[in-house]
């Protein structure tokens, strides 16, 4: 059974810093690509970063590129984000994600992953 488990999150000051986790079960996480997605209250879910399987591509959202850096583990079987310099607009649920596809690129399209995580809330104050 796949499984992600999403964690790290908490309340920060602007300026501050998080690292998230997912920790993945049931796939080999050197086999598919993992993204990270976040949920504003009132907005769709955007993609925030994602890695490719082999971890030779990784993609970032503008508005992240520069603060936010998304790494694997693969003996602990964890993806983290590292987020630095966060401000309020960083503010929602981080979601991880996988694809069902083995091997698939990583993309920034959220219908094309298949398993979730259950999220995990970051809060920044201004």
């Known amino acids: 059974e796949v499984k992600l488990v999403e964690s790290g999150g908490g309340l920060v000051q602007a300026g501050g810093s998080l690292r998230l986790s997912c920790a993945a079960s049931g796939f080999r996480l050197d086999d598919y690509a993992i993204a990270w997605f976040r949920q504003a209250p009132g907005k769709e879910r955007e993609g925030v970063s994602c890695?490719?399987?082999?971890?030779?591509?990784?993609y970032y959202a503008d508005s992240v590129k520069g603060r936010f850096t998304i790494s694997r583990d693969i003996a602990k079987k964890t993806v983290y984000l590292r987020m630095n310099s966060l401000a309020p607009e960083d503010t929602g649920v981080y979601y991880c994600?996988?694809?069902?596809?083995?091997?698939?690129?990583?993309?920034?399209?959220?219908?094309?992953?298949?398993?979730w995580g259950q999220g995990t809330q970051v809060t920044v104050s201004s």
């Open positions: 994600a996988t694809r069902a596809e083995r091997f698939a690129e990583a993309s920034d399209d959220l219908s094309q992953y298949d398993y």
């Open positions: 890695i490719s399987h082999s971890i030779t591509s990784t």
